[in-house]
Nanobody, 122 residues
Framework: QVQLVESGGGLVQAGGSLRLSCAAS????????MAWYRQAPGKQRDWVAS???????SYADFVKGRFTISRDNAKNTVYLQMNSLKPEDTAVYYC????????????????WGQGTQVTVSS
């Protein structure tokens, strides 16, 4: 059973930065692709970024150039560095193990964690 624990969210002003972390257990982390998603109030959960087990990264257009996904296999952790934050980035951010397209895996495989709240004030 995969367990995912997200952390690092908070309140930040527009233009600021945050770094999210997601610790995974119950999975051979180094062999898995991982992704970040977000869900704003009243909206569906959207895919944000993916990183394959080989380190290939892909991003949704609305974060491209501002967010960076990375991973540390020794720590079973995936990160999301968020720069130049905008009020519309406000959401609960989730991570998950993913599969799908070889370069842009987006299909979530595990149960969702509690997420971490990111609030960007204008």
């Amino acid at each position: 059973q995969v367990q995912l624990v997200e952390s690092g969210g908070g309140l930040v002003q527009a233009g600021g930065s945050l770094r999210l972390s997601c610790a995974a257990s119950g999975v051979i982390f180094s062999t898995k692709s991982m992704a970040w998603y977000r869900q704003a109030p009243g909206k569906q959960r959207d895919w944000v970024a993916s990183i394959t087990n080989s380190g290939f990264t892909s991003y949704a257009d609305f974060v491209k150039g501002r967010f960076t996904i990375s991973r540390d296999n020794a720590k079973n952790t995936v990160y999301l560095q968020m720069n130049s934050l905008k009020p519309e980035d406000t959401a609960v951010y989730y991570c998950n193990v993913v599969s799908g397209h070889i370069f842009t895996p987006k299909i979530p495989l595990g149960s969702w964690g509690q997420g971490t709240q990111v609030t960007v004030s204008s």
